[in-house]
C-alpha cells in the first residue's frame, strides 16, 4: 500500500552562489568543457575566453550581494509615494475587523471617550439577546405582537439585542454632552457605524446595583501603610464585585505572550487593546462568594492576617440563606454599600483609619491608571521597519573591467592603434554589449519589484531594463539607442516578448493569493462572456478588488448605517452594506453605489409601423449622449437586444496594445474604409471621419454605427475618438448593479401603537422619544397595522410557516444586463452571494426587472422597487414617524411583485442532437432555469 506524503514548498532554497564567484567561474568552465571541450583546451586566466567568463562571474555577484541586501532596504525607496509604507497594508489596516462577537462590541463601547481629558464614561457593558416574539394566524399567515386568530404559532425574532451598561461615576444624569444621554448616543453612533448584517440594537439600559456589606477586621504587618492598604483593600473588594477591564498597549499584550493575529482581532480601538480572557471574566457576576473575598485581600501587600469577615446583602431582593454565598438577582450588579466596615490593627494594636488619605491614595490608584492608559492609547502601532534606500539598479558596464590590452575599455586601445586593432576591439565590444544590457536589466528588475509586488502598483509595464552609459565609442557601436529614455529602450527590446496583461494577471494573482483569495473560476468564466478580451478586463477587477481590500475584507460582515440622513447617504451612495462592496468586487461589478439601476445608458426604443412593431436601440456616455446605435430595426425586442450586447462585445475585443498599433499606423485605406479589429473606419470624400461595428460574419455586416453630433473633422480626432469609445465600453459602461435588503430591518418595531404612525422608532432609555401622541397620527392616513408586517407562511400555511425577519436578506440584481442574462454566470453568482454572506442568514436571490426606457408590459418591477427602497430608507433613516409605515408597506408590495427574467429560449424535444451553435437552447429534460 503506498504512503501518502506531504507534500509543501521548502521554506529556504536559497543557495547563495550567485555571490560565489569561484563556483560561478568553475560551472562556467564546466559548460565550457560540455559545448566546446573538443575545441577549447586552454581554461587558464591568461586565456581571453576565461577572462571574459571572469568578468561576467564578477558581475553576477555584484547582483547577487544587491539581492541579498536586507529586504528593507530592498524596499525602501526616496520616493513617498513608492516607499516601504506604501507598498503593504499596516497590520492595523489589515487585520483587525468589525465588531461580530459579543467580545467585540463590548470592546467597541467600553472604548468609548469623552473629548475633554479622554475619560472613560463605561466602565463596562454586557450585550444580551432580546427576545421579542411575534404571533401568526396559521390561517392567513397574518403576524402580530400578540396572538391573533384561531389557530396561532409563535416564534423569537433573533438579532435583537439588548445592551447593559455600568456607566463611571464621572458621567451623571445631566442633558449633556457628558452625561449618559451623550454616552448613550456616542454608544448609538458606534454600533450603527458597526452594525453586523441582519442585527440591530433593541434598548439601553443602566446596569441596575445590588448591594453586598462586607466587614472585616484585618491584621497588617508592622511596616504597612494602612491607609494605602484599606485603599487597596476597597478597590480589590470593588474589581471582584464588578471586574474593571484595562487598556494595554501593544507592548504590554506582546509581553503577555499574545501572537500579532490575536492582538489585532476584533475591532480596532482608541485607547489601545483589551485582553479578551480579562474580558470574559468580566461578566456580571451571578453569586458573591466570600472565599473568593478572602482570597482578593490576602494578595495585598501588608495584610498579614484576616481576624474575622462576613458577607450579607443590603436589601431585600433575593434572601440570604448562606453565610458564605449571596445570590445576585440576573442583570444585576454588585456593589459596596454604606453598611460595609473594615477595621485594621497592627498585633494588638486598633488602628485609626484616615478617610480623607485614603480617598487621596484612591485618586492616586486611579491617576497611575489613566498614565497606562494613555501609554496604551499612543503605543498601538507595528512599525514598518525603516531601511536604506540604494540605488540598486545602477549598472557599470563590464567592458571597463577588462585590463586595457583588450582595448575595450574607457581608455581605448593603448600603443600601436592600428585599424585592424580598432576593428577587433569594436567586433568584442559588441558581442560584449549582449552581456551589459542583459546584466543592466536584470539590475533594473530589482529596483522595480517593490513596486510589481505592491499591493497600490499601477506599472503598466512587466520588463525592465535600462540605458548602457560610460562606454568608450558607444554611437559608433549602436544607431538610434534611446540613451535618455529607459521606457522607449524598454519597449523597443521587450514590447513583442512583455504580455503585460496577462504576467499582470499572474502577478496580481500572487498578491490576492496572499490574502486567501482566488479569482480562477471568476476568470474562467469571462473568458466565455468575453473572449480574448476578458484578460483585460480580469485584470481591471483585481486591480480594484486588491485596491479596496482592507476594507473588504474588514467590512464583509457589515450592514449598512440607515442613521446616516443627508441625501448622499440614502441614494447614489456608497452607504450599502460590507457584503454587497464585497460581492461586487468578487463578482467585477464596477459599479457598485445604491442608484437607479433601470436607468441605463442603454435606451430601448419602440416605433410602430402599421401593425408591425420595430426595437432599435442607442447607448449614451457619462454625459448622456449617444455614443453607439443600431442600423436597422428589429421586429422582437430580444433580437435588438442581442445585437446590442454584439456591438459592445466587438468593441472590447480589441486589444490595448494591438489598438495603439493599429492608430499609429492609421491613415488612408482603399476604398475609403479599412479596419481596426471589428471596427470599420469609414473615410468621406469631405475629409470627415466615421467608424462604425460590424460582425464576425465573412461579410462584416455592420451593426452598430458611431454616433455624434458632427464627424471627426482630422485624423487625430478619430484616433482619440475610437480610444474614448472602447476605454467606455471596456472600464466605464455597466448595466450592473447590487441591492440588499436586510428582513430585520422592515420589522415594526412599536407594540404599543394599534395604528402604524409610531413604526420604525426604538425607545431607546432617554435617548429617542415619540414626539407626539396617537390621535395626531390619525389624520395621516397610515396603513393598517397588519399591512406592515411581512408575510408569515407560503401556499400551505397550517403546515408552512416561518419567521421572514430573522437572519434573511432580499438580494436584488438587473437580469437584463448582459452577464447577468447567461444562466452559467447567474449560477456562479449565486453561490458567491450565499458564500460570502454569514453562514447564518438566508439570502433570497432575484433576478429582476427591465430597462426603465423599455415598452414591454409587467417589466416595471423593478423602477417600482427602487422607488418604494429610496422612500423607505429615506424615513428610515430620518425617523420619519408619519411616513415609515407607508414606505414599509409599499416596499413589502414591491418586493412581492419581483418576478425573475430569463432571456428568451429555444425549447428542444430531447432527442435532438445536442449542437453547442445553438443559441439559448431549452432541452425537455434536461434543462435548469
Known amino acids: 500500500m503506498s504512503e501518502n506524503k506531504h507534500i509543501s514548498i521548502p521554506k529556504n532554497v536559497e543557495t547563495a552562489d550567485q555571490t560565489d564567484f569561484h563556483f560561478l567561474r568553475k560551472t562556467g568552465i564546466e559548460y565550457i568543457e560540455k559545448l566546446g571541450g573538443k575545441l577549447w583546451t586552454d581554461y587558464n586566466s591568461h586565456d581571453p575566453g576565461i577572462t571574459t567568463l571572469e568578468v561576467l562571474s564578477y558581475a553576477i555577484t555584484d547582483l547577487g550581494m544587491r539581492m541579498n541586501l536586507n529586504m528593507e532596504d530592498l524596499l525602501t525607496s526616496e520616493d513617498e509615494d513608492k516607499n516601504i509604507h506604501a507598498q503593504f497594508l499596516k497590520a492595523t489596516e489589515i487585520l483587525p475587523s468589525r465588531p461580530l462577537t459579543e467580545l467585540d462590541y463590548r470592546k467597541l463601547f467600553i472604548d468609548i471617550s469623552f473629548t475633554a481629558g479622554h475619560k472613560r464614561p463605561i466602565r463596562n457593558c454586557w450585550l444580551v439577546p432580546n427576545n421579542e416574539k411575534l404571533y401568526v394566524d396559521c390561517k392567513t399567515g397574518n403576524l402580530d405582537f400578540k396572538p391573533i386568530g384561531n389557530k396561532v404559532q409563535s416564534f423569537d425574532v433573533k438579532g435583537l439585542y439588548d445592551l447593559y451598561v455600568d456607566y463611571s461615576e464621572e458621567v451623571d444624569d445631566e442633558n449633556n454632552g457628558c452625561g449618559k444621554i451623550g454616552v448613550n448616543l456616542q454608544i448609538l453612533e458606534r454600533y450603527h457605524a458597526n452594525r453586523s448584517l441582519c442585527e440591530d440594537l433593541a434598548e439601553i439600559k443602566e446596569v ?108 431585600n431582593v433575593v434572601k440570604q440563606t448562606n453565610d458564605w454565598l449571596i445570590c445576585i438577582e440576573k442583570g444585576r450588579k454588585p456593589e459596596l454599600c454604606e453598611l460595609s466596615s473594615f477595621s485594621y490593627s497592627k498585633g494588638s494594636l486598633p488602628l485609626n483609619i484616615n478617610d480623607k488619605k485614603v480617598q487621596e ?24 521597519p525603516q531601511g536604506t534606500s540604494y540605488d540598486v539598479a545602477e549598472y ?133 462572456l468575453y473572449g480574448k478580451s476578458a484578460d483585460e478586463i480580469v485584470l481591471n477587477n483585481k486591480q480594484n478588488f486588491l485596491n479596496e481590500y482592507a476594507s473588504i475584507s474588514k467590512d464583509r460582515g457589515l450592514g449598512y448605517n440607515y442613521t446616516l440622513f443627508a441625501d448622499s447617504d440614502i441614494w447614489n451612495t456608497t452607504n450599502i452594506s460590507g457584503a454587497q462592496k464585497r460581492i461586487a468586487r468578487l463578482l467585477g461589478i464596477k459599479d457598485y453605489t445604491q442608484r437607479n439601476l433601470s436607468q441605463s445608458p442603454v435606451l430601448i426604443t419602440k416605433t410602430q409601423s402599421g401593425n408591425q412593431e420595430n426595437f432599435t436601440w442607442k447607448v449614451k456616455d457619462a454625459s448622456g449622449n449617444i455614443i453607439l446605435s443600431s442600423i436597422k430595426n428589429y421586429q422582437i425586442e430580444y433580437a435588438a437586444t442581442k445585437t446590442l450586447n454584439e456591438a459592445i462585445y466587438q468593441i472590447i475585443q480589441i486589444d490595448e496594445e494591438d489598438l495603439e498599433n493599429a492608430l499609429e499606423n492609421l491613415g ?48 487625430n480626432a478619430l484616433k482619440n475618438g475610437i480610444r474614448e469609445t472602447v476605454k467606455y465600453f471596456k472600464y466605464d459602461f455597466t448595466e450592473e448593479g447590487i441591492f440588499l435588503i436586510e428582513h430585520l430591518l422592515l420589522k415594526p418595531t412599536v407594540k404599543d401603537y394599534k395604528q402604524m404612525g409610531g413604526i420604525g422608532c426604538m425607545e431607546i432609555e432617554r435617548t429617542f422619544k415619540i414626539m407626539y401622541d396617537i390621535e395626531d397620527v390619525a389624520a395621516t392616513n397610515p396603513v393598517q397595522y397588519s399591512e406592515t408586517f411581512m408575510h408569515s407562511c407560503e401556499e400551505d400555511c397550517e403546515t408552512d410557516v416561518f419567521d421572514p425577519y430573522s437572519y434573511r436578506v432580499s438580494v436584488v440584481l438587473p437580469g437584463y444586463a448582459y452577464r447577468f442574462q447567461d444562466p452559467d454566470f447567474r449560477r456562479y453568482a449565486e453561490t458567491v452571494i450565499r458564500q460570502e454572506i454569514p453562514a447564518h442568514v438566508l439570502a433570497k436571490i432575484c433576478w429582476v426587472g427591465d430597462r426603465f426606457t423599455e415598452t414591454q408590459t409587467a417589466k416595471s418591477d423593478l423602477s417600482e422597487f427602487e422607488v418604494a427602497f429610496k422612500q423607505y430608507l429615506s424615513d428610515k433613516s430620518k425617523n420619519n414617524l408619519l411616513n415609515l409605515g407607508n414606505s414599509i408597506h409599499q416596499l413589502l408590495i414591491a418586493l412581492t411583485n419581483l418576478n425573475n427574467i430569463y432571456r428568451p429560449g429555444r425549447l428542444l424535444d430531447c432527442a435532438k442532437d445536442d449542437n453547442d451553435s445553438l443559441d439559448g437552447k431549452i432541452i425537455l429534460g434536461q434543462s435548469n432555469i
Open 208 to 315: 441596575e446595583i445590588q448591594k453586598v456589606a462586607v466587614c472585616a477586621r484585618i491584621g497588617l504587618v508592622n511596616k504597612a501603610d494602612e491607609e494605602l492598604v484599606h485603599a487597596k483593600v476597597l478597590k480589590a473588594i470593588n474589581n471582584y464585585l464588578s471586574p474593571e477591564v484595562h487598556f494595554y498597549s501593544l507592548q504590554q499584550m506582546l509581553e503577555k505572550g499574545l501572537t500579532t493575529d490575536q492582538i489585532f482581532e476584533g475591532p480596532l480601538l482608541e485607547n489601545g487593546f483589551i485582553d479578551t480572557d480579562e474580558l470574559k471574566k468580566s461578566q456580571l457576576r451571578t453569586e458573591v462568594r466570600l472565599s473568593d473575598i478572602v482570597s482578593e485581600i490576602m494578595k495585598i501587600d501588608g495584610v498579614k492576617e484576616i481576624h474575622e469577615i462576613s458577607i450579607a446583602g443590603c436589601d
Open 396 to 528: 557599470a558596464t563590464i567592458l571597463n573591467e577588462f585590463p586595457d590590452t583588450y582595448g575595450v575599455g574607457i581608455s581605448g586601445i593603448i600603443g600601436n592603434h592600428t585599424p585592424q586593432r580598432e576593428a577587433l576591439a569594436k567586433q568584442m565590444q559588441a558581442y560584449l554589449l549582449f552581456f551589459d544590457q542583459i546584466l543592466a536589466g536584470y539590475f533594473k528588475h530589482l529596483e522595480k519589484v517593490k513596486e510589481i509586488l505592491s499591493v497600490s502598483g499601477n506599472l503598466k509595464r512587466t520588463y525592465f531594463t535600462q540605458a548602457l552609459k560610460n562606454i568608450k565609442g558607444f554611437n559608433k557601436l549602436v544607431s538610434d539607442y534611446p540613451a535618455e529614455d529607459d521606457d522607449a529602450l524598454t519597449d523597443a527590446l521587450y514590447e513583442e516578448l512583455d504580455n503585460s496583461v496577462e504576467r499582470r494577471n499572474e502577478i496580481l494573482d500572487h498578491l490576492i493569493s496572499r490574502f486567501a483569495e482566488t479569482f480562477s473560476d471568476y476568470t474562467f468564466l469571462m473568458k466565455s
Open 361 to 384: 491614595y484612591l485618586q492616586n490608584l486611579k491617576r497611575e491608571e489613566e498614565v497606562l492608559r494613555a501609554d496604551a492609547r499612543q503605543n498601538k502601532e507595528l512599525a514598518l
Open 668 to 715: 488612408p485605406c482603399e476604398d475609403n474604409t479599412c479596419f481596426i479589429g471589428n471596427m470599420n473606419i469609414r473615410f468621406s470624400g469631405g475629409g470627415n471621419y466615421y467608424f462604425d461595428v460590424v460582425d464576425d460574419a465573412p461579410e462584416k455586416n455592420v451593426i452598430a454605427t458611431h454616433k455624434r453630433t458632427n464627424p471627426y473633422p482630422n485624423l
